[in-house]
């Protein structure tokens, strides 16, 4: 989802709903940091809307939902929310970054930080939310020692607070794994291959003629059109000599 497209709704949900804010909880709150994000880790069509000052009017956002005209219309859609949805860590209010400004008529985003939003997920465990946590930490948008920081500070469970630990150890030493790999060696140009199979021909062609110099001509003239034709060229063999 591109960052007019989130604009897009946050704009619908303020004429239906007459809010002037709302906060976007679910992967589109990158927007927020980082609005040109690669589409990639942005693709979900939906987006997790809560209207913080007037809950209750979350369902209203239904005219906006999942299969509404709006949604078959733009092929996006708002999925009204409320605080239970996602367990956050402590104090997540207090780091919700504001969205850029766009055209939304005055509505105003507000977005989870990248590191809530990524302890959202982990704790979710989904499929696609352990795919969308592997990206934020091969990018480089969130840190091992910070989310580790903000799991101390979420309510769930031991079990699952191991869990989620292991799940981000995993996310980022899978990245020092591949960044330790040797770089394969690039392909040798297929130019240099033909050069240097042309050399060691030269050299063979010397030796023969020093050892057997009454050697037919003709014979020499047919190898050497051979060599060209496997070699692809048509310049004179012996120019190099």
Known sequence: MKKRELDHVLRAAGRITGEKQFIIIGSQALHARYPDLADEIVRSAEVDVLAAKSPNRAEWLNAIGVFSRFHETFGYY????????????????????????????GVRGLCLEPHDLAIAKYVASRDKDLVFTQELARRGIVSEERLLSLLDQTQVDEQQRARIRTQIGRDFH????RSAQPTPPAAEDPQAIKARGREEWLKLRRAG?????????????????????????????????
């Open 174 to 177: 899978a990245q020092l794994d």
């Open 209 to 241: 003629v020093a050892q057997t110099p009454s050697a037919d001509s003709a014979r020499d003239s047919s190898r050497r059109n051979e060599l060209q034709e496997d070699l692809g060229s048509s310049q004179d063999l012996d120019s190099s000599d």
């Open 78 to 105: 708002a999925d009204p929310v409320d605080e239970k949805t996602a367990i956050l860590p402590k104090g997540w209010k207090g780091r919700l970054v504001a969205l850029p400004p766009g055209e939304t008529d």
